[in-house]
Each structure stands twice: as structure tokens, then as C-alpha cells.
């Protein structure tokens, strides 16, 4: 891990005048930045070869020596997402092909080249290698981005409302038909497992296998799609693997790094894409995550969404042993074409995005893009304007860049404190709730699992069923699982074990209903979830009276129902309005299994009071579960105040975003056996707080004005 804190920008030298490099870079370096970052779209591979062969590195060598001169160092690109266009010309099967038999459109987006096609794969080979050569003559090389955002191209084709099922090509197909071979081994196993009431094919031939052209919703076999969609998860992991392997094998010891994303609103869980993050993680030396609240104007409705998104992306990042990076972070309004952008993003938005990720731990931060573009009617604002003069928003860019120049060697050796709470999600629940048109729902239950205990000011991690099954789970005190409809034997027994040795599961209605394979358990709840649960057999129900009743306060029940049978024992905590269980609580061994007959976690967002929330507060405070760091002052629905903990030896710094439109003053307790010497604000600017201790509450005031971030120091005796 290095000492340093990297802070810096996307650039494109090989767009912009070379006349203006100098102003660019001073203003950069006057910003505290030190990190560049190139290639990574436009300006890249088409640029540096724009003949098979020719490569053009003059230019791009004299930016690095210059950068050098300001002390800048250099993150390049692979530039597999941009193919030059001759290598469109040279082979034309090498665009993606989708399940129409239609060819991706070329200058649509990037990514419009099968991974596959091993035109393109020798071509990238070669452009890599000379980026090797080229790279290793200069000495402010930093490190490797593989490719950029990785994946299906996030923009649909030919104006279509949804993306095609890609890549239908014959060499896709015969990867698949390997990947299928390798998990079945026998095609008895293959047709057992495909099978499916009105089209249940009998295999002969491995020849015979093909990708499903139809999701789940038009009647075709599940697992079928389960398999092809996983099967892209795993092709673009090994895409990653192997340009990281070709870089290795030349520049062992500068690092390696992917950016994605998670979240999208066309591909909330990276099912059509093709992203399998914790995969992706494993395959290169860091994970990034690019973060734009303004596009789309998230925060608006969803004031979790930043938070949640950097949990993910730094839960993914921790539980692969690796540093969390920022590859891109919005940098100016974004996106509504000639129209205006979705979100005004201000120079009070860029310290709020900074300091929300270095809340969460963030060790490397890059805005995108450092100067806006003026070669397309997207809008997209930047630290600098068309014309490369400073804005406001770059002076917020200065002070942070201020901050991390003091504070950064601490800030790359601080730790957040382990969470007590976990979010499990699974790829395989995700691929077949999209499968069937249900994705939006699975990630409204996802929001409002994750708001739920947020806004009691609890930190929250994600985790995955293969972290669950090698019993990494066992660290959290709580694991929720929201609309997992599909929970596979392996993962549902570690789960059994995790609450036998104490810890407390969360389900929800429809929770564990299908198998690894898509298809029905034939007894609900399985085992070991019954006796997890503390429940004999659920049946499915609709919710005609979604009325519910708990400690003499009516709520709300959201979507649907299940009819509940009871193990003698099992506590009802809340009845529906005709007495049947609503809420129930079964003690499992050492710990807890805590159930919601209706769609509580989807319900937090839609209904006027939260049963989810209430019935957490009850149970945590049965269980001694609180959290850390909280807001008394003032009253929060939203945690529209947003406090973070970073640990050093004898140190903790405790980041805060403010997203409240007022002054105001603010009352924080943080919960610390340790005895405080002395708490200090270190930004936005110095100065001494006055502070007191009554046993492990810690608590102490301060004013924040409108959208003001603060970040102070607690030095401990």
C-alpha cells in the first residue's frame, strides 16, 4: 500500500492544445493534485495508433515530461474500451452481435467490440505492449486502469429502449458452450438443469447447447439464464485477469486498477452489463467506483444513494483485501444535453462528494473530468470551463486538495471501524429478478433495507453469498437480506450456522423461496431457514388489508403477504389485522432469527411509518445494538446530517456532510470507552471545539452552515 494520497483528474492531452498544457498542469498542481489520469476513453488507442502498427507516442511523451515537471505522475488506460476504426474494417465481425442478429453501431458508444474475437484480443495485446515499452521510459508512471467501466455498453443501441442480450456471436457461443461443459460435466447433468415445462430439450451434443433468447418473463428456462448471464460475469472478469496478467508480466511494481459502478438506472445490478464487482476485484491490484450523484439528480429521492454507493463499493474493495479508489467523481453539472444538466453541482458539492468518500475510505480521488468538453451537446461540467479557466468549483477542488497535502499520509493509514451490520446481495437473486422484470423492485427492497438502518446512523456493508459460505459473515452482529427471493443450500446453511453462533438474520417475505437453480423449494421455508426463522411452512398471500398492528401502533404492510405456521416458541412481535403473524422473532442457538411477513424492506420507502424501522429499534434495543457516532441535534428524518468514522492509533478523524439548506447547530455523540485529550476541526478550517465526556458518550456542538462538510480530529489520551 503506498504512503501517499493520490488526488488528481482526468485528462486528455491528445484533445486539448498543447499550448495549453501549462496552465492546466500549474492549475492542477495548484490544487495539491498529483495524479493524472489518461486514455481512458476518448484520446486513447485510436489516437496513439491510428494505423495497425503506426504508434504515435511523441505527443503523449512530451505531456509526461512535462507533468513530471510539476510532479505529477501518470494513470493510463489500456484503452480496450475505444478500438481504433481500422480494426472495424480489418474484421467486421468484430462488433457485438445481438440476439436479432444485429450488429452493435459503430461511434455509438464504447465497448462495441467482442471480448472474444481474437482479432481484437491480439490487437489489444500489441497496443498494450507498447504502451509497456512506452510506459517504462517514464519515471512519473503511476500505475494501470483495465480498460474503462467494464462491460456491455451502458448506452442501448440503435435507439432501443432497452439493451440487446450481447454478444450472440459464434465465438461467444463457444466460450459459453466451455464455460457450460466445465460446470455440468455430463450432458445428463446439462439437460436436468436446463429443463423447463414447455421446452424441456434433451441434449445430445455439447454442440447443441445455446444461449437463451428470451428472459425468464417470456417462458423460458431459468437457469438457462442464470447460466449465460453469469457466464458474461465471469468472461469479463477474465478479460480484466488478462490484461492485468499481460501488464504484470512486463511491470510487475506499478499497480493495476478497474473502475465500474454499481446502481444504474438501466442496469441496477450490473445484470445486462455484465459486472460482477467482487470478481472484477480479485482480478487487478485496486477496485474503483465512479461516482455521480448529480446525473439523474439521485439525492433528490434517494438521499441514501451516495453513502449506499460507497459502502458497496468499499465493501467489495475490503473484503478482496484491497484499496477502495475513486476513479471518477463528478466534477461539474452532468448530463441534459442542450437543456441543462439533471443537478447544478456546485463547488459546495465537490467538497461534499470528497469528503463523503474519504468518509468511506476512499485512498485514491480523481474528478472527471478535469476541463469541460465542447465536441458534443452532452453537457458536462468541470473544475475548469470550456476554454480551461478556473471555476468555483475548482477552488473547492483547492481546499481539498489542501487538506489531503496536510492530512493525507495519516488519512492512507486510517481504518473505519468494523460494521456491526451487513446487506447481503446476490448476483444470482439479481440476475433472476431482472429476468423476470423485477429489478426495480429488488433495489427498492435493497434502498430501503439499507435506509432503514442508515438513517439510525448504523455503518453498513455488503456482502456476498461466497463471503457468507466461507463464514466472513460471522464479524457482524446482523445480516439483512432484502427481497432475497433466491438463496441457494450452500449459502442458506452458512447462514443457519451464522445465527447458531449469534448472530441475528433479517428475512422478508418471499425470502428463500427458489434454489440455486431458479426453481421452487417444494418445502417453505427451506432448511435450514425454518429453524432459523422458528417457522413451520409459509404460504404465499396477497395483502387485502395491509393493516398491522405493533406495541398498539398501526402500520402498514407493503405489496403482498406470507401465511405463517409457527414453531411452538416462536415470538409474534406484530399481527395483521385479522391476528395472523406479521412480525416474528425465533431465539436459534446463540442468536436471532427476526422475520417480516410482508415487504418491510421496500416498505420503509413507500409507507408513512416505517415497520422496519420501529421493529429494528425495539429489537436492537433488546440486544444492546447501537450505533457508534449519531446526530441528537437537530431532529434528522433523512440523516440529512451524514457522520463517518476514521481510525488511527490514539486518532479518530469523524467526516460530516451536511446536507440540510440552513445554518444550524449540531449536537454529535459518539460512543468511545477511550478518554478524550483534545477535538479540533482540521476543515474547513482550524479551529478548537469545546467538548464533553460523561463515561463512553462522548459530545460535543458545532455550527454548520448550508451544505457545509466539516472534518474533525479527536486525539485520545
Partial sequence: MSSRFYYGASYSPLVFPESDWVRDLENMQRAGM??????????????????QGEYRLEELG????????????ILISTGASGPPLWLAKRFPNVTLLNSRGERYPLGASYHWACIHHPGYRSALEDYIRALLEFTGEHPNHFGWQITNEIGFPFLPPRGEEHLGLFCYCEQCQAHFRKWVHEKYHDLASLTRAWAWGTTYYVYNDWSEVFPPESPPSAWASVTRWLDWRLFWQAAFAYFAGWQNDLIKEVDPHHPTSINTFNFKGYDRFGVFT???????????DHIGYDLYPGSGNKLASRPEHTSMFLDHGRSVAQTTGRDFWLHEIESGPISGWVMGPDHRTDAADIEQYCVESLGHNAKLMLFMPWREWDYQPLHWGALVDLDGYPTARLEAAVRIGKFLTDFGDQLMKAKIPQSEIAILESKKNAIFFRGVGQDEDLFLAQRGAYRAVWEQGFSVDFLNPNLIQIGAGNKYREILLPMMGLIDRKTAHALGDYVKHGGVLIGFARCGTLDGNGWFYHHLPSDPLAEVFGIDSIEPDLLEDPEIQMDGKTYQGYWNRDLLELKHGTEILAT????LPAVTLCQCGAGYGLYFATQADAGHLKTEESLLKDGLKVFHQRIGLEPKVWIEQPSLHRRE????????????????????????????????HRKAQQIKQVFPELMLLDWNQDGDMLSFAFASKRKEVKIIQIEWD
Fill in 34 to 51: 498529483n495524479l493524472v489520469r489518461l486514455g481512458d476513453v476518448h484520446g486513447s488507442w485510436d489516437m496513439i495508433e491510428p494505423r
Fill in 62 to 73: 512530451r505531456f509526461y515530461r512535462l507533468a513530471a515537471e510539476y510532479e505529477i505522475e
Fill in 274 to 284: 455484465g459486472l460482477d464487482q467482487w470478481q472484477l476485484a480479485e482480478r487487478v
Fill in 576 to 579: 395483521f389485522s385479522d391476528g
Fill in 641 to 672: 446530517i451524514d457522520p463517518h468514522l476514521l481510525e488511527l492509533p490514539g486518532k479518530t478523524f469523524l467526516l460530516v456532510t451536511d446536507y440540510i439548506l440552513r445554518d444550524k447547530q449540531v449536537h454529535l455523540v459518539l460512543k468511545d
